[in-house]
């Protein structure tokens, strides 16, 4: 019944489930743009091994096709 009285006033019940997925999908895309666009290889340089840096120049590479400037 309340579901009906709520499509009437064309408001649509949003469930709790459905709002943690979508704050969780909204946190997981900041934290990427962050790594991607913003972070100019900090980040990633606590996970790569001490002389090899692939996974600097993938994100490196990623900036340049984004667009953002990092140089």
Avoid: K, W
Avoid at 11 to 34: D, H, I, P, S
Avoid at 56 to 66: A, T
């Amino acid at each position: 019944m309340a579901v009906a009285r709520a499509l009437s006033y064309g408001a649509v019940a949003v469930r709790t489930n459905e709002r943690l997925l979508g704050a969780l999908a909204l946190l997981v895309g900041g934290l990427l743009f962050y790594v991607v666009m913003l972070d100019q290889g900090t980040l990633v340089a606590l996970f790569s091994a001490a002389g090899i840096n692939y996974l600097h120049e993938f994100f490196h590479d990623g900036r340049h096709l984004g667009g953002a400037p990092c140089h």
